[in-house]
């Protein structure tokens, strides 16, 4: 592992003066399953890591009042995973958490690092995607509030300035009659996806499709939403020929890299194939909720 | 490598700073004993456990967190070793595979855990170089699940490689536990 | 006759004596080794597959933080001699090469330098700070690329890319061909793998300052060819400085000379029969051979630091730890160059590039076959892929003439002929594998039931047709090795018929194809000499049978317990367990007063193979066997006249000696010993008696056979496969420990799973290695692999110490039963199998879901 100078704020102010001091220099340390990885394999020489798991304040999931829920920067997969709200709110959070690595990584990992480092293939920043997070950004002088769709800029790459800490993630209340999926396909348990999908679907009143979220990843640059076939699903009596046709146009826009785990060809068929298989599990679990 | 500009500056807040290649200062209870050492920023966990404390039987498999080798016990936890620095594990409490079995004050053994007496009646491995990492991940999944199903032994070890067995052999040695452990809890119960 | 002792720890499922060290965080492995004063070593690796070494600059580096010393290659080539060949075949050039790349690099992973400092993180610093200027050169991948004539040599004395040649033929394979009802031919391809032990290579080169000791802790599979090769290599002087030493030191000389009478005593007539003539062509291609073999045999002799070798646990090898590796070359050469004790312990990004990788080979094959399925002849063509260095001391040439021998199989063929190339590339260096003439194996199993589809056969029907019985033995088979009777592979099948039910299942398949299904059903069989009869290896390669000779070492000692000596280096295969259960019985002690010493050159007999090729347990087992037995008259002797009683009226019960029915008035182990040690006016802690027996092999039979049946199901939309059922049917003879022989079959079978649908060491075309963090190679976890179900024959022997291997037949077996089973699944569809590595995305090119990438294969 390359050399760094190594910081451990005690509190969030002093982890603020740190990055607004090093800047790009710097790179914040929560888990580290992600960041101590490339440092291992020497990909990654950052001169300063600002270790903020001792910053009091950021180990928290709290409820809003609207029924949304926030998860802070330093709460782990298996916290998220372990707690009652997660479930209770965020259904889609929960679903995925356990796709997330394996269980020694989870226990070090944190929701909020998988977001920062936005790796395309990851399961998180799709399901911020799906449910429209939004993401509260903090420096020395300022808090900011992102919108998911403007938080991923690109492969490993985010709308986070260097100064800039992730303080939390936010989730907004489920809709009624709103089902959820996570479905993903990857070699071998626990690696990267191939190619998945976080879905959700509301119905209205009358049964029909009011709305619904298709966020990829493993199938673009950043995760990424396919609004063609949301749109299309919209108004459709949900079933076999709403979801063929969602499918159809998935495979249809997406242009997936490839690489030795998948073709474009194969990733593009079988984000069709996730599509309706999550569509169906999705409205499946309204049935069951009604 | 020790000079004084290169270690590191505790403020009165409880923050901890080390230069460049500089060291800090860490204390943690380490197999139920307190140490203290002045490590490198840089030292993963996992080399700690091995070259300051002599913890050798903490095996490196891939450094970069997948083989899960590494993998020990921290605060109750079951985690990867070569993905932790040494001084993010200020403050913990650590159990390695050498604190697994109940060792005398010369750390010789008077009794081993009944994990361990598992995988050797079960045959658990061969070239047993990935036991260590198997054996803390089993010990804290039966922690929380005493009586796990076969899928989910399956899903539980598989964050742990092993390239002799096939795999089989060490779920058998995970059933073969939760049976020891499960006895000793109806033998713990009648005796109290 | 079955052994007259009476068993019993032989065939029980007796614990492991290793556990109680390996479960409890109290082994030593060589990382865990670190003399006082050890400097850390890291290498400078080429990025670039195939280019000139224009310029290194290491000014920077060697003035960083912590720096010892760098070497390049400029320096190595004054400190050592390069890697000859072990061993030649007729018209085999094998370029000698040097332990750091000179002059130009040739794979991604190339040593170009070594950086020695205080820790390995700051090695690794400095090792970072290393200029090197490269030219690039055209890289050469593929076979296809190696085949083409414009290809520029790798090795320029080669004159091209291809080091082997050869065409072997048997019988009247013309005629065979001419007089077929049909004839079908098929091209198979296997991807590369890698072995992939959990404990990567490393080794410390201990040098004491102040005296000539230098000890090489390795994890080896094989200590005594290391110390020989290292020796070779690192003893670099001149050839008259050696003769000098030499003439001042006859002792030394005769020393050597004892021992090699000693390690080749009782093989001249094998000897004999060793064909010469390629280390004459190697010389021709490359006169500089002959220098370089002088050199290092002079220098062997007369060097002042002669490396002990010494391995304590070893975290698998699967056969990688068997070669010698260039890096322990340098370290050992830089370690007595600089006086100091130095470490290296490769990280896994090297092991994946530089540790060594296997397969990698096409094999066509052509049967021709009467309409009714009978086999009249074989033809096939074999192109092996060495990478860009040969293995030490066993390369391709090696392995292609056990392939030569294996690939008719257990079927009567009596027309065959190979025609096998070996060529060069620019990648990582072949090395063996679990079995590494598998892929004969694979291919014809594999063109077994395409044979069979295309005839209306099923495929067992066409195998039970053409196999050999036991009733029909001993046959010879047409390459040369005899079969006995006990050679069982059609047993093995008809059993695992039975146990598979392969007609109830095709119904079953037909009912769930009409629902959108997809299953299939996959059978493989195969021999394999474990270690095979006196003919088998004289087919193999004349004379090779000679080096492999096992000798056991066994004492009495003063207090009464028993210790065995081997060459053996145990890596994960229960040596201490079974070695002790076979002795035990012999001896009549229990297995707690029998240790196994093993993997200290110093204190154990000389071999060269240490562990591999599925000997452990047949050869390793069988010297312990007979070397007790040895211990045991001797023991009876010593007894019979302390007791003034018969010996043929002894018996031993329990470490008891005494006279038969009269167990009061006996004399403990303890007791003889100290009689024994007495009356050799021994001072106490020598060994009171001793018995050795040197061993290789049975005068017949000794083959491993099974038959393995996988069950697919796959996903037609995703082309996911899963292996709801495997079983294997096998029959190793006698089974020293149960448990143990499980253990091998199954993780043998898991690393066939692993390469068909996980594993691939992936080059791109300019030779870049795109797996080289276990994030891209894909070792199956414990989600991938099912339940395997075992099925023993133990089919008894008139040979003594009837124990077969069983290390490598998994992963012979595995492949060929899972692509058959996703042919069988995919038939209907029209899919042929003929590649062996197959992820989801190709699996639903096959069946034309999705269009094929080529660039992506």
């Given at each position: ?12 102010d ?15 340390l ?7 990885p ?18 009091p ?7 809003d009042?609207?029924g ?9 997969h ?51 995607l799906a ?85 990829f ?14 749109e299309?699903?919209?108004g459709?009596?949900p ?8 499918a159809?146009?998935?495979?249809q ?12 060809a194969?990733?593009?068929h ?21 | ?19 460049i ?12 004993v ?9 030292l ?44 993010q594990?200020?403050g ?10 109940e ?7 008077i ?13 658990g ?25 076969r ?29 020891i ?12 | 006759?079955r ?39 890291a ?6 597959a ?22 390049t ?5 004054l ?7 072990f061993?030649?075949?007729?018209g ?6 040097w ?15 070594v ?17 090197i200027e490269?030219?690039e ?14 290809s520029?040599?790798?090795?320029p ?22 007089k077929?009802?049909?004839v ?11 072995n992939?032990?959990?404990e ?7 040098v ?26 690192t ?11 030499l ?50 045999f ?5 060097a ?21 590796s260039r ?15 130095v ?27 009467q ?52 060529v ?8 063996p ?21 295309e ?16 009733s ?18 059609a047993?093995?099948l ?9 007609a ?49 070492e ?22 201490e ?13 229990p ?10 050159t110093k ?15 047949p ?26 009683a ?9 470490g ?48 491993a ?12 939309d ?9 079983l ?14 499980e ?92 590649e062996q ?5 190709r ?12 660039a992506s294969?």
């Amino acid at each position: 592992m390359p050399a760094f100078a190594y910081h451990r704020p005690a509190s969030l102010d002093e982890a603020l003066d740190l990055l607004s001091r090093f800047g790009e220099d710097a790179k914040i340390l929560a888990g580290g399953q992600s960041l101590l990885p490339l440092m291992a394999l020497r990909l990654s020489h950052p001169a300063n890591l600002v270790d903020i798991s001792r910053v009091p304040g950021l180990n928290e999931i709290v409820e809003d009042v609207e029924g949304g829920l926030a998860i802070g920067a330093t709460v782990t997969h298996t916290r998220a995973e372990e707690a009652e709200a997660v479930h209770r709110l965020t259904p889609l959070v929960a679903a995925a958490l356990p796709l997330v690595g394996h269980r020694a990584i989870r226990n070090r990992g944190t929701v909020v690092g998988s977001l920062a480092h936005a790796d395309p293939a990851a399961e998180l920043p799709a399901v911020a995607l799906a449910l429209g997070a939004r993401f509260i950004a903090v420096k020395s002088g300022g808090q900011r509030r992102v919108a998911a769709a403007d938080f991923f800029s690109g492969f490993l790459t985010t709308d986070l300035a260097p100064d800039e800490l992730l303080l939390a993630v936010g989730f907004p209340p489920q809709k009624p009659r709103t089902g959820v999926s996570v479905k993903e396909i990857s070699r071998r348990s626990g690696d990267f996806a191939i190619v998945g999908l976080a879905a959700t679907v509301s119905l209205d009143e009358a049964g029909l499709i009011a709305s619904s979220a298709l966020s990829f990843f493993g199938a673009a640059s950043t995760a990424v939403r396919v609004t063609e076939a949301e749109e299309a699903l919209a108004g459709q009596s949900p079933g076999p020929e709403a979801f063929e046709e969602a499918a159809r146009i998935v495979s249809q826009s997406l242009d997936p890299p490839e690489d030795a785990n998948g073709t474009t060809a194969y990733r593009k068929h079988v984000a069709g194939v996730l599509t309706r298989n999550a569509l169906a599990d999705a409205i499946d679990q309204i049935g069951f909720a009604a | 490598m020790n000079s004084p500009s290169a270690t590191a500056t505790q403020s009165a807040m409880g923050s901890l700073h080390s230069p460049i290649d500089g060291t800090a200062t860490i204390e943690l209870e380490v197999n139920g004993v307190g140490v203290t050492r002045r490590v490198n920023a840089r030292l993963s966990l996992a080399d700690f456990l091995r070259e300051r404390l002599d913890l050798t039987g903490t095996h490196l498999g891939c450094e970069h967190g997948v083989c899960g080798a590494c993998t020990v016990v921290l605060n109750d936890e079951a985690v990867r070793s070569c993905l932790i620095l040494a001084v993010q594990a200020d403050g913990s409490r650590i159990t390695t595979i050498e604190g697994l079995a109940e060792t005398d004050h010369d750390g010789q053994i008077i009794s081993i855990h009944p994990i361990q007496r598992a995988m050797q009646e079960a045959h658990g491995f061969q070239c047993a170089f990935c036991a260590p990492g198997f054996l803390m991940t089993a010990l804290c999944f039966l922690e929380r699940n005493p009586a796990p199903t076969r899928a989910q032994i399956r899903e539980e070890i598989s964050g742990n490689l092993c390239r002799c067995t096939g795999y089989q052999s060490i779920i058998a040695g995970v059933e073969t536990a939760v049976e020891i452990m499960a006895a000793d809890r109806r033998e713990g119960a009648q005796d109290a | 006759m079955r052994e007259a002792v009476a068993g019993r720890y032989i065939g029980q499922r007796v614990r492991r004596v290793e556990d109680q060290r390996l479960l409890t965080g109290r082994g030593s492995f060589v990382a865990d080794v670190e003399p006082e004063g050890t400097v850390h070593a890291a290498f400078v690796r080429s990025p670039f597959a195939n280019a000139n070494i224009v310029s290194i600059d290491h000014s920077v580096a060697s003035r960083a933080k912590g720096v010892v010393a760098i070497y390049t290659g400029a320096e190595i080539c004054l400190l050592t001699n390069p890697f000859i060949p072990f061993s030649n075949l007729p018209g085999q050039f094998t370029p000698p090469f040097w332990a750091l790349a000179v002059d130009r690099v040739r794979f991604v992973g190339d040593p170009v330098a070594v950086v020695l400092a205080y820790s390995r993180a700051l090695a690794e610093d400095a090792a970072e700070l290393v200029e090197i200027e490269y030219q690039e050169l055209t890289p050469v991948v593929s076979i296809d690329d190696a085949l083409r004539t414009d290809s520029e040599p790798i090795w320029p004395a080669a004159g091209s890319n291809i080091l082997y040649e050869a065409a072997d033929q048997f019988g009247e394979v013309d005629e065979a061909f001419r007089k077929a009802d049909r004839v079908f031919t098929e091209t198979f391809t296997s991807h590369r793998l890698s072995n992939q032990p959990l404990e990567t290579r490393g080794c410390v080169a201990e040098v004491d300052p102040e005296s000539d000791e230098v000890v090489f802790h390795a994890a080896t599979q094989a200590g005594h060819a290391l110390r020989w090769t290292l020796a070779a290599v690192t003893a670099r002087q001149s050839a008259v400085k050696s003769i000098r030493a030499l003439a001042g030191n006859r002792g030394r000389l005769k020393a050597f000379a004892r021992g090699a009478k000693a390690a080749l005593a009782g093989t001249g007539d094998q000897l004999k029969k060793a064909d010469s003539s390629g280390t004459i062509h190697q010389i021709r291609k490359d006169p500089r051979t002959l220098l370089y073999l002088g050199r290092s045999f002079l220098g062997t002799l007369s060097a002042e630091r002669f490396p002990r070798v010494v391995a304590k646990d070893i975290g698998g090898g699967f056969g990688s730890k068997g070669p010698v590796s260039r890096e322990d070359a340098v370290i050992l050469a830089v370690a007595m160059e600089l006086n100091r004790s130095v470490k290296w312990i490769e990280d896994r990004v090297e092991n994946l590039t530089d540790g060594g990788q296997a397969r990698d080979e096409r094999l066509t094959i052509s049967f021709a076959v009467q309409d009714d399925g009978t086999i009249l002849g074989m033809k096939a063509n074999l192109v092996m892929n060495q990478g860009a260095y040969p293995g030490v001391p066993f390369n391709c040439g090696l392995f292609s003439r056990i392939m030569k021998v294996m690939l008719p199989g257990t079927y009567r063929i009596d027309a065959f002929r190979l025609d096998t190339t070996v060529v060069a590339s620019n990648k990582g260096r072949y090395i063996p594998y679990r079995g590494p003439w598998a892929n004969e194996t694979w291919a014809r199993e594999r063109m077994l039931d395409v044979v069979a589809r295309e005839l209306g056969m099923s495929a067992t029907q066409l195998r039970l047709k053409n196999m050999y019985h036991p009733s029909e033995l001993p046959a010879k088979m047409i390459t040369g090795p005899t079969l006995d009777p006990t050679m069982t592979a059609a047993t093995t099948l008809q059993r695992a018929i039975e146990l598979a039910e392969p007609a109830a299942f095709a119904a079953k398949q037909e009912d769930a194809r009409s629902r959108g299904r997809l299953l299939g059903i996959g059978f493989a069989t195969y021999h394999e000499a474990a270690p095979g009869p006196p003919d088998y290896t004289d087919a193999v390669t004349p004379g090779v049978g000679a080096l492999l000779a096992e000798k056991s070492e066994i004492s009495l000692e003063a207090d009464g317990t028993v210790t065995i000596r081997t060459q053996q280096m145990p890596h994960g295969q229960s040596h201490e367990t079974t070695y002790a259960q076979v002795a035990a019985d012999q001896l009549g002690v229990p297995m707690e007063q029998v240790r196994l010493v093993w993997g200290d050159t110093k204190n154990t007999p000389f071999g060269i193979m240490g562990t591999g090729g599925s000997r452990g347990g047949p050869i390793g087992g069988g010297a312990v066997q007979f070397s007790s037995r040895a211990l045991r008259t001797k023991i009876l002797d010593q007894a019979a006249d302390l007791l003034e009683a018969n010996v043929n009226d002894l018996e031993i019960v329990d470490g008891n000696i005494h006279v038969r029915g009269v167990p009061a008035k006996g004399k403990s182990f303890a007791e003889v010993a100290a009689a024994a040690a007495s009356a050799g006016g021994g001072i106490g802690d020598e060994p009171a008696i001793t018995a050795e027996f040197t061993y290789n092999g049975p005068p017949q039979g000794g083959w491993a056979c099974a038959t393995h049946v996988c069950w697919v199901e796959i996903d037609p939309d995703t082309g996911f496969v899963t292996i709801p059922r495997y079983l294997v049917v096998e029959d190793c003879g006698e089974m020293i420990n149960p448990a143990i022989v499980e253990g091998q079959v199954r993780g043998g079978v898991a690393q066939g799973i692993g390469a068909v649908l996980y594993e691939k060491t992936n080059y791109d075309e300019f030779g870049n290695l795109q797996s080289s963090t276990y994030m891209d190679y894909l070792m199956p976890t414990a989600m991938e692999i099912p339940e395997i179900e075992l099925h023993h024959l133990e089919t008894p022997s008139e040979v003594e110490a009837n124990y077969r291997g069983v290390g490598e037949g998994g992963a012979i077996g595995a492949p060929p039963a899972l692509t058959n089973a996703i042919e069988n699944a995919l038939a209907h569809l029209g899919v042929r199998i003929t590649e062996q590595h197959l992820p989801p995305h190709r699996i639903l090119e096959l069946t034309g879901v999705i269009k094929p990438n080529v660039a992506s294969r």
